[in-house]
């Protein structure tokens, strides 16, 4: 299903060793600075090529006034920077280096009425074989490769890649998966997505080892049948996450004025993932949440959790959006039941949610979590700290190396220690989140993802 | 319709001039100490009484051995940390100094299955006169007195006050509000209110003159009609915004478990809110936001709403939640268009959501901005900040003074910049979210609230 072709030229531009700027600038205000400095300060280990005729040395690296005058035979991809007009110029140049990749950072093409414009650089990069990401976009990270041709700066490594049309919806989730310690594998602005799109790009991170989860804000599918069936051959590999906006008249008719993107019908793309088995997200933080927790949690044996808080309140939101998204707050056993009435302080509520009452420290926690470990019927445990419990961390490593079911943790209303302990609970790989119903939500998107494997197993199996 | 004698015993809490801490404490490990040692660096500026007969001295205040023995006529009000056997007697020795109001922060009655301890806690204030908060609560925090009898610490001063069932959601409150710089009137933790209940509460902040807007978080309420009543009476001075759990059955019988309130029937309340102008939240980050919103912005004159966005994904994202909540994105008259088209660069996207693009800085904002000044049908102007765009408060203020539309904001994507310009604008009084979708719901609470006030206006001259 795959195809080469693409996945080739993109590794140009991944784990590209050099790399051209067109347009790169000495002035700190520009984006082909901007984008230079980024590439430099995120780590780039390859070499630079600013191109500017009027700049013999911009950051430290020599700079040429074409790419034909860089003396050596390849460049592995081009990052192009200048005036619309002056892009099929660019790409004539790159060809002379044999370039297979390019990213079109300018704008001024499609989205600004010039559609001969957009034309041309298509037919100029056919011409020549090289791809393109672009035009109108916000350019390129791909931290494996210490490559960041983006801004903001990107540089966590992490396991997550965003495919966005929106810059703000990319950068966002870059910023918070910084924030979480997470950090990306990749992030691509799609921009006008003349030639290289979507399904270009799933196609690529599915067989990209540094990528667990691909994350996707879309305003409309070039190919909608396509991207179902090239979606519905990776989802088995590697979770989809698909936020699309336009599910409401007006919010459609902006979005077409936005990317000019032919977005079609909602319901009909709405009914494409599903039959794909890619998870719909309907905020920006669901898009995040949902890939956070899908990089971080393997699939869980079934859709039965068990809440563990200190909040009783707490205990109740998430227990709400479980029970309207498909996540069982299951019944305990009496045995279990017993054996933690046993092990717990006589006020502590047992139950699901099991509360452990404001007092609770972690090892409490802990204490709890053992108890439900012979319980197979338990498949996801959700431990909600809602008071400034430290030690979190600590005990939770511990329970993870004596059970074998999915762990989730929630944090809110922890003050200073919060911070401290979020990110060490990162670091364990267990994916945490502020407040309880965003908790449950990327629950849910956990369990959606293993029945879309489970009915796809069943089909496999009909079809032998 | 307000009470006037439960005004006054709360007066005397809120702003009480001396207060007794029962079961303070020199381990800094016991909520004995925390609340003490909150209260003194919260700046609280009355005499603090620590009673323990252990102690001879507690953080720097002589300590008694019981409340009798303090040398003065009248306490104002007293703190109960001590255990639940011993309310009573605390309650019994209050009473010789006249105390009017008591937060029982002690757990161990009710909620764990103690219901004549309860009881007897309740005859007992009730035949000294004696009105209290609790018991099993968090305690209270009423910043206008630097009164911080909770943890955690909360100082900073504002005019949302939160009443919650849940420490944790109120502590959660707190914290962003904090974050945000925005501040707290006050937090009641309300426990098992077994005496004070939220009918109570809402009637002092309704003529509180610090607080200007009253967030709930209740499992229950103990009289579903008088709530409706009161809140009724209520909400045309100020809004009111309930959240309340257990919308589902399991989350229902949860809250059962919790705090052991007569949840009833979801649907009933829901209705009683409705039919009283209450404003319902659906997640703790929805009671916060509408909180934030309805105390810093005007009713405003309508729903029509105008998106001036850097980020074309976010207006579309914005569009979408608008749609579905009842706030107009309106259609721009020719006329503005036209002025519009002419005062931009020709790349920004002229429409609703008016996209300014990518490159957009603070000032193109305010020119856009100054275009609709006279565009009277507009009510609400959203200005999503979709890029590290700095100076936005220094535009904002010169908005704000030249146009009497309401001004939300968004910012995202803004890397290091848009933490200080949040502040910024907090500061100017301009709510300021973090997605899109979060913005538009508290715009759509807004919006409603406008609707419940034209509602009740139309009632009242009906009536006439």
């Not at 074989?129 to 490559?147: A, D, E, H, K, W």
């Not at 902006?254 to 009909?268: L, M, P, V």
């Not at 309880?436 to 029945?451: C, D, G, H, N």
Request: one cysteine or more; hydrophobic letters at 40%; proline letters at 4%.
């Amino acid at each position: 299903m795959i195809q080469n072709d693409i996945v080739d030229s993109l590794h140009y531009l991944f784990h590209a060793q050099s790399i051209a700027i067109a347009g790169a600038s000495e002035n700190p205000n520009k984006t082909g600075h901007i984008i230079m400095k980024n590439l430099i300060e995120g780590g780039f280990k390859g070499d630079i090529y600013p191109i500017n005729p009027r700049s013999s040395e911009i950051l430290g690296w020599p700079c040429f006034s074409s790419i034909e005058a860089i003396p050596i035979d390849k460049i592995d991809s081009v990052i192009i920077v200048v005036p619309a007009k002056f892009v099929v110029d660019i790409l004539e140049d790159a060809a002379t280096k044999h370039v297979s990749c390019a990213v079109i950072i300018s704008g001024g093409f499609r989205e600004a009425g010039n559609e001969e414009l957009e034309k041309d650089v298509v037919n100029t990069a056919k011409k020549y074989g090289i791809r393109f990401i672009g035009p109108n976009c916000q350019g390129v990270t791909y931290t494996p490769n210490s490559l960041c041709a983006t801004w903001p700066l990107m540089k966590s490594r992490g396991s997550m890649a965003i495919i966005s049309q929106s810059g703000t919806v990319g950068a966002a989730f870059a910023g918070w998966s910084e924030d979480d310690n997470l950090g990306l594998s990749s992030f691509i602005s799609l921009g006008n997505k003349s030639d290289i799109d979507e399904i270009d790009l799933i196609q690529y991170f599915s067989q990209d080892n540094s990528t667990s989860v691909i994350g996707m804000y879309l305003e409309g599918v070039n190919d909608g049948r396509k991207f179902m069936n090239v979606g519905a051959s990776i989802v088995n590999k590697k979770p989809i996450i698909a936020l699309r906006p336009g599910r409401t008249k007006k919010g459609s008719i902006a979005a077409q004025s936005h990317t000019k993107s032919i977005s079609g019908d909602y319901k009909i793309f709405d009914a494409a993932c599903k039959q794909a088995g890619i998870i719909r997200a309907d905020t920006v933080y669901e898009l995040y949440d949902f890939c956070k927790i899908l990089s971080l949690c393997k699939t869980p044996a079934g859709n039965r959790c068990l809440i563990i808080t200190s909040s009783g309140g707490s205990g109740i939101l998430a227990t709400d959006v479980a029970e309207q998204n498909n996540v069982d707050i299951l019944s305990l056993d009496s045995s279990t039941k017993n054996i933690l009435q046993q092990s717990l302080p006589p006020h502590c509520i047992i139950g699901n949610p099991l509360d452990l009452t404001g007092d609770s420290n972690a090892e409490r926690y802990y204490e709890a979590v053992k108890r439900v470990r012979t319980a197979d019927y338990v498949n996801i445990i959700l431990l909600i700290f809602g008071d400034p419990i430290p030690e979190t961390a600590h005990y939770v490593k511990k329970m993870k190396k004596e059970i074998s079911k999915e762990i989730v943790a929630c944090y809110i209303g922890g003050g200073d220690i919060q911070g401290r302990e979020i990110l060490s609970l990162h670091e364990l790989g267990i994916p945490t989140f502020p407040t309880p119903e965003r908790t449950m939500k990327a629950i849910a998107a956990l369990v959606q993802y293993r029945s879309f494997l489970q009915r796809n197993l069943i089909k496999m199996e009909e079809q032998d």
